[in-house]
């Protein structure tokens, strides 16, 4: 199923270039999210997730600005199981959802989201993820 919507992805991307459609640094950094999301095994995440994922994914494949971005990044962490994440993020989650909120810029959503990834466990990633990760933390770093 996860293949399917990475296959779903870029598909919708391609189709995007063909219609001129202009990429926008907040779509670049809804892709990076979306990627991730890939990657979270469905253990790692509540059941109702598979009923919303999809909506989910167009909605954030959609997003034209940070706030939108930031909005659907905090949506996929609230479906995250709390097993599937540092026993930390407790005490940061509040405070991140709140930097989530006031997130203006696609760089400060980009730096959210590789603070939200730092804490989920690499036990809840796939084999893929270890191996794209690095680079992975570079686009985001390298959001504008």
Avoid: Q
Avoid at 16 to 38: G, H, Q, R, W
Avoid at 112 to 117: A, I
């Amino acid at each position: 199923m996860k293949k399917l919507f990475i296959l779903l992805f870029a598909v919708a991307t391609i189709s995007a270039s063909a219609n001129s459609k202009k990429i926008t640094p907040a779509n670049t950094v809804a892709n990076l999210l979306a990627e991730f999301e890939t990657h979270v095994g469905w253990s790692a995440v509540v059941p109702e997730w598979k009923d919303m994922r999809d909506k989910w994914g167009n909605a954030t494949l959609a997003c034209s600005n940070a706030d939108c971005v930031a909005k659907r990044m905090v949506e996929f962490e609230s479906y995250t199981k709390w097993s599937d994440v540092a026993p930390e993020w407790a005490k940061r989650r509040d405070g991140w959802i709140k930097d989530c909120a006031a997130a203006k810029t696609n760089a400060a959503v980009a730096k959210l989201l590789v603070e939200f990834e730092s804490y989920v466990s690499w036990e809840s990633v796939d084999e893929g993820w270890k191996t794209r990760r690095d680079g992975w933390v570079k686009e985001c770093s390298s959001a504008k």
